[in-house]
Each structure stands twice: as C-alpha cells, then as structure tokens.
C-alpha cells in the first residue's frame, strides 16, 4: 500500500528551527510531485510548499518565502520541509502531500497524504 509518513513536528519557540520528513513508499517517487501543506484549527489546508519530480523545480507560498525551504533526496523516497526563524503563526497540522505530475496549489488535486505531524510555535 502506498503510505506517506511525516516526521519532525514539535513544539519550538518564536525563532526557531525545525526540519520536517516525509517518506514515501510509492513505487516510483521520483516521478511524482511532492509537496507540504498545513492546516491550522477552524482554517482550511493551505499550500506551504511544493517540489517538482524529473526536472526539480520548487515552488513556495509567499508567508514562507526566505524562511522555509523544500528539498528532495530520491534515493531515499523522503522530502524534507526546512522551516527557519519560526512565528506562532507557523503553528499548524503539516502534511506531506504527492501527485503525479507537477505542484500545484490545490489540495483536491494531490492524491497521496500522509497523516500530518503538529508544530507549535510558542511566543
């Protein structure tokens, strides 16, 4: 079965730094998208960032732009989610999301989703 597991949430302080997971067991990782979404309680999922397959292209929500950073490591079926100088409003559910195909910024368009992993970002 396909699964994509999410790793590194945690509680952080206003500043801080913290550095997702994401391992997926699809049988070709390489040719899908990946990307990294959140949702905060009582809002909507939001696109965070997003990593193309064959040729690498990245692709970053405006709130996050010169702090977070999306990489890939193929051999090792993992994205990761670098997520520098943290604000309490970072604080949300983070999601690993796949598609075939390139990113985009819609939820409904992704097929594979991990399970999520909680930061907290405290004052």
């Known amino acids: 079965q396909v699964q994509l597991v999410e790793s590194g949430g945690r509680l952080v302080q206003a500043g801080g730094s913290l550095r997702l997971s994401c391992t997926a067991s699809l049988r070709t990782f390489t040719t899908y998208s990946m990307a990294w979404f959140r949702q905060a309680p009582g809002k909507e999922r939001e696109f965070v960032a997003g990593i193309s397959a064959i040729v690498i292209t990245t692709n970053y929500a405006d709130f996050v732009k010169g702090r977070f950073t999306i990489n890939r490591d193929n051999a090792k079926s993992t994205v990761y989610l670098q997520m520098n100088s943290l604000k309490p409003e970072d604080t949300a559910a983070y999601y690993c999301?796949?598609?075939?195909?390139?990113?985009?910024?819609?939820?409904?368009?992704?097929?594979?989703w991990g399970q999520g992993t909680q930061v907290t970002v405290s004052s």
């Open positions: 999301a796949a598609r075939i195909g390139g990113t985009t910024l819609i939820p409904d368009e992704y097929r594979y």
